[in-house]
């Protein structure tokens, strides 16, 4: 009894430590040093002078634009307050959203801009894009949530068969350009099954659709506002982990981000790292511990932000130049965006690769709930590969 006992607490001491090495708000430090998640991440924009330094915004400082601390549902709050306020033809609508969602992410539009539209739905997410479909196609701007993505399966049909072929089976007569379909998505620390997963990797494989997943409030907030006035459809994955624990200030005015354009967060020499949503901290976090323990290595870092269309000529750009890649994301290995990009990256630059591609990903399993630490592509798992491409 007592060795059983001793092996109880040696795997729940390891899915500690590994929870807290994957951890993204987590007040923790590395043996190393590496101050890890998304309060101590360095890519957060935390002061004025710092949003509006970036390329993206720089133009907005000439306006004297101001900006607020928000987390990222507060941002995805007011992009949709934006687009109700902008458009008079838009309307949200979705399980619970008129009295805010469950993440809270519409809390108080419906009071603002009336509940003929702002609006809750039937629990069935084959309806609310369809619904969603109908409404865009006679021209309105239609903001659909589903609740979790995880749930977003029932309305797979109608996203892949209707919304994404309206456009090229009606000869560009009509569109349905006006649809947005929102959903929380990826890890959460307790999520298991069914309120974890990432799905991002079926609607890439789907021409006529577009494919966003934010990082941050900034990226958050422009994006959707981008997706929301893109005459395609998009469907809007939005990592719920980050909802409250990214935290930075935001333009208060109106902005767009442009979709299917990748950003380099920080430039190397050695190898190329690249992901996106609430991966890029963990990325962050294995760069900074690549750096400390292999002398002299310098890696770039790239956020895909949007998985289709996928910028591969910014990563063929670095890749060029580094020779090395290593991609990672919690959807599952086996063709997944890694995998994609992976061909993209070997078709463009073969002559230009010093080690074979990385992909550190989740497993190929159902998403677990006690073993969620050692499914997640952690810290330490991508720093392993970034090892690997480096000393090949």
Known sequence: MHSVLKVCQSLCSKGAVQQTLRGYSAVTASPDGIQQGVAYSLLLKKSREEVFRS??????????????????????NDAMSIALSTDNTAVLFGEDVSFGGVFRASTGLAEKYGRERVFNT???????????????????TAIAEIQFADYIYPAFDQLVNEASKYRYRSGNQFNVGGL?????????GHGALYHSQSPEGFFAHCPGLKVVMPRSPIQAKGMLLASIRDRNPVVFFEPKILYRSAVEE???????????????????????????????????????????RLPGISCELIDLRTI?????????????????????????KTAGVAAELSTSIMEHCFLNLQAPIQRVCGWD??????????YLPSMVRCFDAIKTAAEY
């Open 55 to 76: 390329p993206e915004l720089s133009h907005m400082s000439a306006n004297e634009s101001e900006s607020k601390k928000m987390n990222l549902f507060q941002a995805v």
């Open 122 to 140: 039937p629990l069935t997410e084959q309806g609310i894009v369809g619904f969603g479909i109908g409404m865009a196609s006679v021209g309105h």
């Open 180 to 188: 947005t379909v929102r959903t929380p998505c990826s890890a959460v």
């Open 250 to 292: 935001v333009p208060v005015g109106d902005y767009v981000l442009p979709l299917g354009k990748a950003e380099v967060l920080k430039q190397g020499t050695d190898v190329t790292v690249v992901g996106y949503g609430s991966q890029i901290y963990t990325l962050e976090n294995a760069i900074q511990l690549a750096e400390k």
């Open 308 to 332: 289709l269309p996928m910028d591969v000529e910014t990563v063929a750009k670095s890749v060029r130049k580094t020779g090395r890649l290593v991609i990672a994301h919690e959807a599952p």
């Open 365 to 374: 399993t159902p998403f677990p709930l006690v073993y969620e630490p050692f």
